[in-house]
């Protein structure tokens, strides 16, 4: 049976000490179980060119300011994985580095589905010189891994405008909800090419992706849906406004 593909909204490097999000987490990480490593492509490590972390003991990166000395010091020890660096580099052309290691797109959530952390994990970069089309394509090439026991990740969020966010929480707004329901419904069409051409998915998409580095992730989550993979969709909450938690899993 072929490991699952699952998107992450991540929300606030916060959400790694707790909150309301962390049980859908833990429970995804039991249906799960323990999978032979993870391929992650977080927003957070944008590079010219395709990289893919390649050491064995990865970095815990913390790469954010003005938070809680706890969340500062935290930890996330998961193993990397050189063989499937290599193997990823094999697939998709990446070059295997040890510039980079686990930022809080990935630790962040994954220390609540595997908190052992016992399961290697190896990062993907967004490569700048791509379009959307291109991510999909690069994408597409990962999907052996599924076979061999590999859960392919993507931690962003389909709704992510900070400046719009309210500090102190509130009702979404209707383009967020708008966008983010969009956004469900061409994942369960599996309509790869119209997540890839999100501007035109609902009105206002633009206030729901002004950057895209938290959008590109789901694509290479999309992109692995086989015919009769399950698809469901969990953390389903648009949180302050306009920062989507939405996650989804793909077989």
């Given at each position: 049976?072929?490991?699952p593909?699952v998107?992450?909204g991540?929300?606030?490097?916060?959400?790694a000490?707790?909150?309301?999000?962390?049980?859908?987490?833990?429970?995804?990480?039991g249906?799960?179980?323990?999978?032979?490593g993870?391929?992650?492509?977080?927003a957070?490590?944008?590079?010219d060119g395709?990289?893919?972390?390649?050491?064995?003991r990865?970095?815990?990166i913390?790469d954010?300011?003005?938070f809680?000395a706890?969340l500062?010091?935290y930890q996330?020890?998961?193993?990397?994985?050189?063989?499937l660096?290599?193997r990823?580099a094999?697939?998709?052309g990446?070059?295997p580095?040890?510039?980079?290691?686990?930022?809080?797109?990935t630790?962040?959530?994954?220390?609540?589905?595997?908190?052992?952390?016992?399961?290697?994990?190896v990062?993907l970069s967004?490569?700048?010189r791509?379009?959307a089309?291109?991510?999909?394509?690069t994408?597409?090439r990962?999907?052996?891994?599924?076979?061999?026991?590999?859960v392919?990740?993507?931690?962003g969020?389909?709704?992510?405008?900070?400046r719009t966010w309210?500090?102190?929480g509130?009702e979404a707004?209707?383009w967020?909800?708008?966008?983010?329901?969009a956004?469900?419904a061409?994942?369960?069409?599996?309509?790869?090419d119209?997540?890839?051409?999100?501007?035109?998915l609902?009105e206002?998409?633009?206030?729901?992706?002004?950057?895209?580095e938290?959008?590109?992730?789901?694509l290479?989550?999309?992109?692995q849906r086989?015919a009769?993979?399950a698809?469901?969709?969990?953390n389903d909450?648009?949180?302050?406004?306009?920062?989507s938690?939405?996650?989804?899993?793909?077989g």
């Amino acid at each position: 049976m072929a490991a699952p593909a699952v998107f992450f909204g991540h929300g606030s490097p916060m959400n790694a000490l707790g909150g309301p999000y962390a049980a859908a987490w833990r429970d995804l990480g039991g249906e799960i179980g323990k999978p032979a490593g993870v391929v992650m492509v977080s927003a957070h490590w944008e590079t010219d060119g395709l990289g893919v972390t390649a050491q064995t003991r990865p970095e815990t990166i913390h790469d954010f300011g003005g938070f809680p000395a706890e969340l500062q010091a935290y930890q996330y020890t998961a193993p990397g994985s050189p063989g499937l660096a290599a193997r990823v580099a094999e697939l998709t052309g990446a070059t295997p580095t040890e510039t980079w290691g686990l930022d809080h797109g990935t630790w962040s959530v994954l220390t609540h589905v595997w908190p052992d952390a016992d399961v290697p994990v190896v990062q993907l970069s967004l490569d700048r010189r791509l379009d959307a089309a291109g991510h999909v394509e690069t994408a597409r090439r990962l999907n052996a891994l599924r076979d061999e026991g590999v859960v392919i990740g993507g931690s962003g969020d389909f709704v992510h405008n900070l400046r719009t966010w309210k500090r102190a929480g509130g009702e979404a707004y209707p383009w967020a909800t708008s966008f983010n329901e969009a956004v469900k419904a061409a994942i369960l069409r599996d309509d790869v090419d119209a997540l890839a051409n999100w501007v035109d998915l609902a009105e206002e998409a633009q206030l729901s992706v002004p950057t895209d580095e938290h959008f590109l992730p789901l694509l290479y989550v999309a992109a692995q849906r086989r015919a009769g993979d399950a698809v469901s969709f969990f953390n389903d909450v648009i949180e302050g406004g306009s920062i989507s938690m939405t996650g989804v899993r793909i077989g």
